[in-house]
Nanobody, 126 residues
Framework: QVQLVGSGGGLVQPGGSLRLSCSAS????????MMWIRQAPGKGLEWVGD????????YYADSMKGRFTISRDNTANTVYLQMNNLKPTDTAVYYC???????????????????RGQGTQVTVSS
């Protein structure tokens, strides 16, 4: 059974930083593209970015480029989202998600996921 457990959210001031973590179990983590997605209040799901199975390639939505960094530790079955220079518009529930198949390619993986974590709230406000 796939489990994705996110952590690290909270309240931060504009310009601040947060690091989210997502611990995975129940599948061969190192074989799958992992994604981060978010949902702002009253809006639909938005792709944040993803990382290939080996961790060497990352892709981001335009509004996150230069501010967000995705990384993974395949020995710890964990994917991370480092968020810098946060803006109030980044306020959302953030989810990690597992690509639906091991053949899904990073960069074009969205929205081909089959499991996502419970979500962690990030609030950017002064």
């Amino acid at each position: 059974q796939v489990q994705l457990v996110g952590s690290g959210g909270g309240l931060v001031q504009p310009g601040g930083s947060l690091r989210l973590s997502c611990s995975a179990s129940g599948f061969t983590f190192k074989s799958y593209v992992m994604m981060w997605i978010r949902q702002a209040p009253g809006k639909g799901l938005e792709w944040v970015g993803d990382i290939n199975s080996g961790g060497g390639s990352t892709y981001y939505a335009d509004s996150m480029k230069g501010r967000f960094t995705i990384s993974r530790d395949n020995t710890a079955n964990t994917v991370y989202l480092q968020m810098n220079n946060l803006k109030p518009t980044d306020t959302a529930v953030y989810y990690c998600a597992k690509a639906a198949r091991s053949t899904v390619v990073a960069g074009v993986a969205w929205p081909n996921y089959d499991s996502r974590g419970q979500g962690t709230q990030v609030t950017v406000s002064s």
